[in-house]
């Protein structure tokens, strides 16, 4: 199984992104999505999950309103559009994929496979 994130990079306050994570040697669609975030000195941290078919999201109430995941099944990928970013959105950003439901979409505990993870830079 590999999980290859993407779309990281530099941008200022208030700027976006856009990251993508292309998932393969795994049945896709059998798994929800997650993206987590790891700053300098801190745990790694729940940001957004997607549930297997793609209707239903969770969000970390810090990127509700700012940050959308999706996925598109066809294409083995999930995104994460990251808007407004601020300083505080700095982090390594992970993707992961879980055999669980729904209702474990939040805990790292239950996600199986991590992609190698992209980093996110927002300068003030």
């Known amino acids: 199984v590999q999980l290859q994130a993407s779309g990281g990079g530099l941008v200022q306050a208030g700027g976006s992104l856009r990251l993508a994570c292309a998932a393969s040697?795994?049945?896709?669609?059998?798994?929800?999505m997650g993206w987590f975030r790891q700053a300098p000195g801190k745990e790694r941290e729940f940001v957004a999950a997607?549930?297997?078919?793609?209707?239903?999201?969770y969000y970390a109430d810090s990127v509700k309103g700012r940050f959308t995941i999706s996925r598109d099944n066809a294409k083995n990928t999930v995104y994460l559009q990251i808007d407004s970013l601020k300083p505080g959105d700095t982090a390594v950003y992970y993707c992961?994929?879980?055999?669980?439901?729904?209702?474990?979409?939040?805990?790292?505990?239950?996600?199986?496979?991590w992609g190698q993870g992209t980093q996110v830079t927002v300068s003030s």
């Open positions: 040697g795994l049945t896709f669609s059998s798994y929800v």
């Open positions: 992961a994929a879980s055999p669980y439901g729904n209702s474990r979409s939040q805990t790292r505990n239950y996600y199986d496979y």
């Open positions: 997607i549930g297997r078919s793609g209707g239903s999201t």
